[in-house]
């Protein structure tokens, strides 16, 4: 594996650890407010990413590459709302989108063919979780973060079942 893709992955690896931690900070604002739902779904968020982070590391090492880890950074931990932690949560995920793009350019421009095609699965799942988020922000601000109506999406979110 040459060295300018085992460090890009290496990155990325950060990225999908730091979403993790991001998103489990987002699950603790929510367990703060009581809504369990949003902290249960949240928190599942968390654990897929986590996934994603092992995805690739397997992968490096199937690459006969290394893991190097660095430091993850401190994600947000005060929010001014639930739409406004939603909304953190839909930019993160443009964000990943665009490190994914970025990526997948450089496994073209390299010709690594078997890296182009470990990362389709990421361009399908951004689209999926870019399209989850979006549709809770776009709840959330339908509902105004308030009342019975922000209770029962809790409830709803609290019905979301672990991928894994
Ligand atoms: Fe692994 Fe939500 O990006």
New binding site residues.
């Given amino acids: 594996m040459k060295p300018v893709i085992q460090e890009a992955l290496n990155r990325q690896i950060n990225h ?1 650890f730091y ?1 993790s931690y991001f998103y489990l900070s987002v699950s603790a604002y929510f367990e703060s407010l009581n809504l369990g739902g949003f902290a249960h779904w949240m928190r599942l968020q968390g654990e897929e ?1 986590r996934t ?1 982070g092992m995805k690739l590391f397997d992968y490096l090492h199937d690459r006969n590459g290394q893991a190097t880890f660095e430091a993850i950074a401190q994600p947000p931990i005060e929010f001014q709302s639930p739409t406004d932690a939603f909304q953190q949560v839909m930019q993160h ?1 443009v964000h ?1 989108t665009e490190t994914i793009d970025r990526l997948y350019e450089l496994a073209v421009q390299e010709k690594d063919y078997p890296m182009q095609v470990e990362l389709q699965w990421f361009i399908s ?2 689209v999926e ?1 870019e399209k989850q988020a979006r549709q809770i922000l776009d709840q959330l601000k339908m509902i105004g973060d308030q009342g019975t109506a922000l209770y029962l999406l809790d409830k709803e979110l609290g019905e979301r079942e672990s991928d894994g």
């Fill in positions: 999908e979403s990413e994603h995920e990943v799942e951004q979780e």
